[in-house]
């Protein structure tokens, strides 16, 4: 039974460290979320490169064994563009993903408006919500395409809110139960 009490403890500082890193990591989230995005897009980068070297290295040590691929050669040099290209322009990369989601959320938006048009032709009475669905569906879809960086800086927030919230929350509940323990 002691070991287990000791597991637990031990567990629970554990528990207590990751929850402090959870609350600063939040706040830095919360706080500078365009910063924070762009860093972890060079963090990106860097680890692109870091892959292009390991890859290249070991093509290199691999190159006159008769199975030697140009493969590995052909994602070190993928990898080595994409790191470069993450490092140059971290913000352009940043923005590629919500565009990407917003273009997707716009071509379903005009399905929902077609949709809500054929239910209007047929006499059904729900075509007007619909209607105003789709609207919304394709305006929330612009909104992503149009201003992509303010969204992922939106959406960061949130992730650095629900951290601080995890955070926090994880810290109250472990000084509860360190309490109940004595």
């Known amino acids: 039974m002691g070991k287990l009490k000791e597991r637990f403890e031990k567990l629970g500082k554990n528990n207590m460290l990751l929850s402090i890193v959870m609350v600063v990591l939040g706040l830095a989230l919360f706080i500078w979320p365009g910063k924070t995005l762009t ?3 060079q963090i990106l980068g860097i680890a692109l490169l870091v892959g ?3 890859s290249a290295l070991s093509w290199y040590r691999d190159r006159h064994k008769v199975n030697a691929g140009y493969g590995t050669l052909g994602v070190a040099m993928v990898c080595l563009v994409a790191g470069l290209v993450v490092l140059i322009a971290p913000k352009g990369i940043i ?3 919500p565009k990407l989601i917003g273009i997707a959320i716009l071509i379903n938006g005009v399905i929902n408006l077609a949709q809500a048009l ?3 032709n047929v006499g059904n009475g729900s075509w007007t919500s619909s209607l105003v669905m789709a609207v919304l569906t394709i305006v929330l879809g612009l909104f992503l395409v149009v201003f992509a960086f303010s969204a992922m800086e939106v959406a960061v927030m949130v992730i650095g809110g629900v951290f601080v919230y995890n955070g ?4 109250w509940i472990e000084s509860r139960y360190r309490k109940m323990g004595r």
């Open 39 to 41: 860093l972890a897009a």
């Open 52 to 54: 292009a070297g390991i």
């Open 95 to 97: 923005t590629l993903l």
């Open 118 to 120: 054929e239910l209007r």
């Open 168 to 171: 926090v929350s994880n810290l």
